[in-house]
């Protein structure tokens, strides 16, 4: 997987803010609340790894930061633009790549990337050299004429991060971005997100695979019951809980420790 991608552009009117800035976030259903007055800042070009076991509020967080989700209570900004108040520009900024996919099952690669450009504004001619180059960047040139549901789970994994790149955010998310890869792919993928991140891009991760978080993420912040239990810096983290690794303090923290 070669790389090849023009670095994100750095705009005057976000330059001086952090990627994400979240306040006091509450997020309930019902009466249940998911995520608990949780507050955390991504600066510009981290690898930012959020971790929690199933149902903490990972992936609550991360649709209330693009939109998908609404909340009761507390603030986020990406690069200073509000998402609630100023939701095109904000929504501008992201790319993200969801742990299921939401793709239309009858549109093929190309026609996927296309669209999703067309979201942003971008008409197609001016489109084609970016959706282009992505389908080769993902080995899925020879796929582009190939419907969803003719593309293999790994295929299916990569047209998912393409697409997130297609309008050239500064900002990308990805949730459980490995699922479902072999292992080989899964290496190429995190040579690729170190090379973007190396060139700019601010990456916030969610992951199972805590392996990868530990390999990629600089700085980690683990939720649990909706609240945020760690954020700190990799190495300081592992070391301020005397542990030999990024497994170990996660499950001291989330209390899920085996017993032997």
Known sequence: MTVALEKPAVEADGAAHGAVRIRHLIKRYGSMIAVDD???DVAPGEFFGFLGPNGAGKTT????????????GGTIEVFGADVVRDYRRSRS?????????????????????TYQAGYYGITPSRAKPRVDALLEQ???GD?????????????KRRLALARALVHSPRLLILDEPTAGLDVELR????????????DGMTVFLTSHYLEEVEL?????????HGKLVALEDKAALIARHGQGSLQDVFLELVGKRAHA
Not at 143 to 155: D, E, P, W
């Open 38 to 40: 949780v507050s955390f």
């Open 216 to 224: 990629l993420c600089s700085r980690i912040g683990i939720i649990n």
């Open 187 to 198: 290496l190429e993928l995190w040579d690729f997100l170190k090379k973007i991140n190396d």
């Open 61 to 72: 967080t991360i649709n209330a930061i693009v939109g998908l989700a609404t909340f009761q």
């Open 143 to 155: 796929k582009r004429r190939a419907t969803y549901l003719q593309l293999s789970g790994g295929m």
């Open 93 to 113: 900024y992201i790319g993200l790549s969801p742990q299921e996919f939401n793709f239309d099952r009858y549109l093929t690669a190309e026609e996927i990337l």
């Open 138 to 140: 993902f080995e899925l």
